[in-house]
């Protein structure tokens, strides 16, 4: 990862935006950011570590922490940060969560945290946009891309102020969870987990089939397998001779049912014979309803052939109803338009009133129009007259304000002075606040640390005795788990014979031994639990079994955490040295008196520059004040006199004007109120006249279709008189009394063929059922009905036979069958079970080894890791020994630690003044700073060289050169300056004056009392 483009607003000191642009460094830069204390050094390396993944390099501040107090309300705190990765350009810009001023009204609102992240082309335009708004994704996708997370990325990439200590003394779990993702070795992990996870499920697999094995032997109540094999031949045996004596029983059961089939059958006949006879005397009865239904068939076809008169009569009878209503509704409709026709004549006599009115408001509305220029004219002084107060006003108010100012200001340069003087007497007392600062904070860190490791001491020690008491616990429910399972499977064996024994028949073979008599049968006292019983309490004694190796587990893990942590307090306190009896408030309040002592010194420092040149600017701005006064005063003058004149004009124009058209709305409403008078008036005088000629028409209109409809009316009553007189002469000549007799046997097409149907249906039926008695009769005519109890009585014990024939089979056959089901499942387990033996052989052993459960006790990614820390401690030996003087060499601890504690990856330092190997916990601090630079520069050369993925082409350096002397800062420099030559970029940021003379190619940060800022130093 290679930095391109940082840009800050309103982040930390910087209280306006910020751009670093690192293409101006060239290729492979050594740098140094330089400034003074509290300037911003930090913050740019803050800046990239918060625009990546939302956190500062100390993780003592959050974003939200960030905003510059200096900055203006509505300029937001933002960084932007473009990077280069393995040939492809990333910008990541991140907001963090801040109060700004609201977009409408007063007040300000809450700006939640947002982050967006780009691929970009080569000349700056977006390709495509990563992550459009959600802060843990852009954090999640920076991880994938640079291979690191934040912890990783500040002990590898950045070595922050107070943190270079943090790789150099990691132990070995935590220095293995950062090299696994430094050189992608989870591979290995992945691969110890999956031979161990294989290796444990062999052995379950084993364990299963040896306990399916046992079952099934004692399910089967065999001794052993030779056992269960004579058992098998002697059940065939029976079996066999069982079978026999079942074919010869449905022999003779298939014939009897045959007979009585035939029986059945014949009894059925006689009994359709008598159904036969009941059903032809029944229709004999229904012979006179079919002569009546014959009759009514006659009658129809009569009435049918006078069915025209009667409708012609019918239908002008009905068309002569319906004329007299409509003549009925004609007179009603001329009588109601007479009517309205003279309500209407006494609206029409209004017109000539209207039309009068109409004339009266057109001369009003002349007489009106005339005033409305007079009204504009007046409203356009008005206007003038009211700006010319505003400005008389205005001018006045900046007088009063100016010369107030200018009293205040004269006030304020007075106390401007007294404040300088006092501010430099302070800067010169408290110089030495800054270094009294530093110590303070690591022994804070130091104390919380141990009263961290104390607590978390006291509650392993706690949770362990509490996982004690639990395994013990569980210990003895699972025995009695194992014990209730094993009675449960005993007791299901005892029902199954007892079971068994309810079958046997004195005189039958028992289906298990083969005896005739059966002396004493088993009997079972209790209801004998189910298979499934059987299965849930061996499932249930499994699950304890697996929870008690949960817990011994767990109780394992927790010891080792209690033995690291009774490191972490040891080492500690030797840190802490005589502070490790003061308390963590105590210290923290001693800290905190400390850094606000030192933030006042550093607010007065950053202050002093400030009040000089605001009295300067103070001075200058009293003489602009003063020949402000001045011009002021001569514009109030020239807006007065303009004022004096418009006055005058507006006198005149008031004088031409009515009091009531002075307002030119006034006119306006005027002139609109009598233009909709008129024109209402005139819609009304038109509305009467068209209603008029509309009334004339309709009353037309209504007298011409009651003359009509009157003489279509006479017209069919003539009609109907013929129509009457042709129907009463034909019904005279028929065969029916009268116009009822006629209306009675009358039927439609649909009740004509209901009756034809039913005559033909009943003909059909009674031949049918004629003929089919005669048939019957001749063929029972010799025979008699069966005796069927007695064929019935043969059939039932024939069919009793077979049942207890084919029930002695079946239990021989089903006991031949289990047994066969047992042998088969005998043979599959001893196949399965060899199987197992030869994988075990495998996975069983590549675990052990991969896992580290064999020699030094060190796993597979332990080991890979080993070998690459090897090298890195190469080159970090290399350069350390350079900055050393050749004393110093770094080297992998090969001991193993003691307990269950993680070892392997553990460092030492060799020193060859003195000829021995020692922790690095006792290394100075500044010879611990050559350490870890030698550390991160080595582990960066390795990694690349590995080509794993994650490319480290940048390292920032923050503080720690102020602890070496000119001799090893020389050594060190020169050490940076040959890595510069590999293509590497490195930063450094420093106070130290050397520093300027040996790194000409510098970022400075200059600090003042409206913020800092960048400047850019080439030589």
């Not at 751009?19 to 950011?33: Q, T, Y």
């Not at 029902?495 to 068994?500: F, H």
């Not at 802490?576 to 309040?589: C, K, P, R, T």
Request: include cysteine.
């Amino acid at each position: 990862m290679q930095p391109l483009v940082l840009e800050m607003s309103a982040f930390g000191p910087f209280a306006a935006q910020e751009v670093i642009d690192f293409k101006r460094l060239g290729e492979r830069p050594l740098f140094l950011i330089n400034g003074p204390t509290g300037s911003g050094k930090t913050t740019l390396l803050d800046a990239i570590c918060f625009a990546l993944y939302g956190k500062t390099t100390g993780d003592e501040r959050e974003g939200a922490q960030m905003r510059s107090d200096l900055a203006n309300a509505e300029q937001l705190t933002e960084v932007s940060f473009t990077f280069a990765l393995s040939g492809q350009v990333f910008r990541v810009r991140r907001v963090p969560e801040q109060a700004r001023p609201k977009s409408r009204g007063e007040g300000f609102t809450q700006q939640s945290a947002e982050a967006q992240l780009w691929q970009l082309a080569e000349d700056g335009t977006e390709l495509r946009l990563i992550v459009s708004n959600k802060v843990t994704e852009a954090t999640r996708e920076i991880e994938q891309l640079l291979g690191l997370n934040v912890d990783q990325f500040r002990q590898v990439m950045v070595l922050p102020q107070g943190k270079f200590r943090q790789l150099l003394m990691a132990d070995s779990k935590d220095r293995e969870h950062i090299f696994s993702q430094l050189f992608q070795t989870q591979i290995y992990k992945k691969l110890e987990d999956e031979l161990k996870i294989r290796s444990a499920e062999i052995r379950r697999e084993a364990d299963n089939l040896t306990r399916q094995k046992t079952v099934l032997l004692e399910q089967s109540g065999a001794n052993g397998e030779e056992s269960l094999v004579k058992n098998h031949l002697e059940i065939k045996e029976k079996t066999d001779c069982s079978y026999k004596k079942l074919e010869e029983c449905r022999h003779q059961e298939n014939q009897t049912r045959e007979y009585l089939r035939q029986s059945e059958t014949l009894l059925a006949r006689f009994a359709q014979l008598d159904e036969l006879r009941k059903s032809i005397l029944i229709l004999a009865e229904q012979s006179h309803s079919i002569e009546a239904d014959k009759l009514r068939l006659q009658r129809a076809s009569v009435a049918s052939q006078l069915q025209p008169a009667y409708d012609q009569y019918l239908q002008t009878q009905q068309r002569l109803s319906q004329a007299e209503r409509q003549l009925t509704q004609a007179e009603e409709l001329l009588n109601a338009k007479k009517t309205q026709q003279a309500l209407l004549a006494e609206e029409t006599q209004k017109i000539p009133h209207l039309q009068q009115q109409i004339n009266e408001w057109g001369a009003q509305k002349q007489e009106v129009a005339r005033y409305l220029e007079k009204s504009k004219q007046l409203q356009g002084v008005e206007k003038a007259r009211l700006q010319a107060q505003q400005a008389c006003q205005a001018k006045r108010q900046q007088n009063a304000v100016a010369n107030a100012e200018l009293d205040h200001k004269k006030a304020e340069l007075v106390k401007l002075d007294e404040s300088l003087a006092q501010l430099r007497f302070n800067i010169e007392e408290n110089g030495d606040l800054p270094i009294a600062v530093d110590r303070a904070k690591q022994q804070v860190e130091q104390a919380k640390r141990l009263q961290e490791a104390q607590i978390k001491s006291a509650e392993l020690t706690q949770k362990l005795a509490t996982l004690k008491q639990t395994g013990i616990a569980l210990n003895e429910r699972e025995q009695a788990a194992l014990s209730d399972a094993n009675r449960i499977e005993r007791d299901w064996h005892l029902g199954q014979a007892a079971i068994l024994s309810r079958s046997l028949q004195s005189g039958q073979p028992c289906p298990v031994c083969g005896s005739d008599n059966h002396p004493s049968p088993a009997v079972s006292e209790i209801e004998p639990p189910s298979q499934n019983d059987v299965a849930q309490a061996r499932d249930k004694a499994a699950e304890l079994t697996q929870e008690l190796s949960l817990k011994r587990e767990a109780y394992s893990l927790t010891n080792k955490d209690l033995e690291n942590i009774t490191n972490v307090i040891t080492e500690v306190k030797a840190l802490l040295g005589d502070e490790e009896n003061l308390s963590v408030d105590a210290l923290e309040q001693r800290y905190l008196e400390i850094k606000r002592q030192c933030d006042i010194w550093m607010e007065q420092r950053a202050s002093l520059k400030g009040l000089e040149s605001k009295k300067a600017e103070l001075s200058a701005s009293i003489a602009q004040l003063e020949q402000r006064l001045a011009h002021h005063k001569a514009e109030f003058d020239h807006a007065d006199k303009m004022l004096t004149e418009i006055e005058k004009e507006y006198a005149l124009v008031v004088a031409e004007l009515p009091e009531a058209y002075r307002q030119s709305d006034a006119v306006q409403k005027a002139l609109t109120s009598l233009e909709a008078q008129m024109v209402t008036a005139d819609d009304q005088v038109k509305s009467l006249q068209k209603r008029q000629s509309a009334m004339q028409s309709a009353l037309d209109e209504a007298t011409a279709t009651q003359r009509i409809r009157k003489e279509s009316c006479e017209a069919l009553k003539v009609e109907f008189e013929h129509q009457l007189s042709s129907w009463l002469s034909a019904l005279s000549n028929s065969v029916f009394n009268d116009q009822t007799d006629f209306l009675s046997a009358i039927l439609d097409s649909e009740q004509q063929h209901q009756v034809q149907e039913r005559i033909q249906r009943y003909e059909s039926d009674r031949l049918k059922k004629q003929g089919a008695l005669t048939a019957i009769e001749s063929e029972l005519k010799n025979q008699t009905p069966p005796d069927m109890a007695t064929v019935e009585a043969v059939w039932h014990a024939a069919k009793l036979q077979l049942e207890q024939a084919e029930q002695q089979w079946r239990a021989l056959h089903n006991q031949q069958i289990v047994l066969e089901e047992k042998l088969k499942g005998l043979e599959q387990i001893k196949r399965e079970t060899e199987a197992l033996q030869q994988q075990y052989a495998v996975a069983g052993t590549l675990s052990d080894v991969a896992n580290g459960q064999t020699g030094n006790k060190v796993s597979l990614q332990r080991f890979v890791l080993s070998v690459l820390l090897d090298d890195v401690l190469i080159e970090a030996s290399h350069r350390l020994s350079l900055m050393s003087k050749g004393r110093y060499r770094l080297l992998r601890k090969e001991d193993r630690a003691k307990g269950n504690r993680a070892s392997g990856l553990d460092l030492e330092v060799e020193d060859a003044y003195a000829g021995r190997i020692r922790a690095v916990a006792t290394l100075s601090g500044g010879e611990s700073f050559m350490a870890a630079l030698a550390l991160a520069l080595g582990l960066s050369d390795v990694v690349q060289a590995y080509a794993g993925g994650i490319r480290l082409d940048t390292l920032f350096i923050d503080e720690g050169f102020g602890s070496l002397d000119p001799e090893s800062l020389d050594l060190a420099i020169r050490t940076l300056t040959d890595l510069q030559q590999s293509g590497r970029m490195i930063g450094i940021i420093s106070h130290v004056t050397e520093l300027k003379e040996q790194i000409p190619l510098r970022i400075d940060i200059l600090s003042s009392e409206r913020g800092s800022r960048i400047c850019w130093r080439d030589s």
